[in-house]
């Protein structure tokens, strides 16, 4: 099964799309990911995404797509994969199904996370992770369970991504709105667009993801 999880930063996706490549085998492609590594690593993408992704804009199509083209091979041989915060516009979406046509790929499924905004800048601007292992907590919702130390690996050091701050969330959402949210209609009009709640408990999205997957 091969899906793209669409919806707004802070949503979910990644959560979801990480416990489904545990659970289920599936392969996470999150081109956020892929970008804050060029910037840790200092690679010249890196030097000109860094002030892109700070000020909450898009990263130019070519330098997305391209990445996306490097990784998508390697998915081919797993249970499937999970397109996350990839595609963000519709020329973006154009090129991903040009990148599956030449590999003789095809896209299953495209899950829309529907979520009430004000909640999710709470979400967002409360998150932070494990500098080690990069298990994800959030200040009210998902604290250690020993104060400063990570549940999963017992690393003392945590990270916050410098975008979650309110004024880039706000800009990302707009970013979103503009730009990314109609390629919920360009996947409708194909019959592959499923809209979940994004509101709900993680583990019962999970099960939700689970039963699409089948
Ligand atoms: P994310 O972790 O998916 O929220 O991405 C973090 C930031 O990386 C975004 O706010 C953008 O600046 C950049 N980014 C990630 N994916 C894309 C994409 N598909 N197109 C353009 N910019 C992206």
Known sequence: ???????????????????????CGMVQLSTGEML???????????LKAKDIIEAGKLV???????????RLDGA????????????RTVSQAKSLDHLLK???????????????????????TGRYSCADCHHGYHEEYQKPKVPGTCDQCGGTKFTRRAE???GTVRSRLMEYHAA????????????????????AEIAHITEQLETIIG
């Open 1 to 23: 099964m091969n899906m793209i999880f669409l919806g707004p930063p802070g949503c979910g996706k990644g959560t979801q799309a990480k416990r489904l490549e545990d659970r």
């Open 36 to 46: 804050r590594a060029e910037v840790s690593s200092g690679t010249k993408i890196g």
């Open 60 to 70: 130019v199509d070519d330098i997305v797509v391209d990445m996306i083209d490097r």
């Open 76 to 87: 081919i041989s797993s249970a499937g994969f999970i397109l996350d915060g990839f595609p």
């Open 102 to 124: 030449k590999r003789d790929m095809s896209l299953d499924q495209v899950v829309e996370f529907r979520v009430n905004e004000e909640v999710l800048v709470k979400r967002i």
């Open 164 to 166: 979650d701050n309110e």
């Open 180 to 199: 990314t949210a109609p390629i919920v209609d360009f996947y409708d009009e194909r019959g592959v667009l499923i809209s979940i709640d994004g509101m």
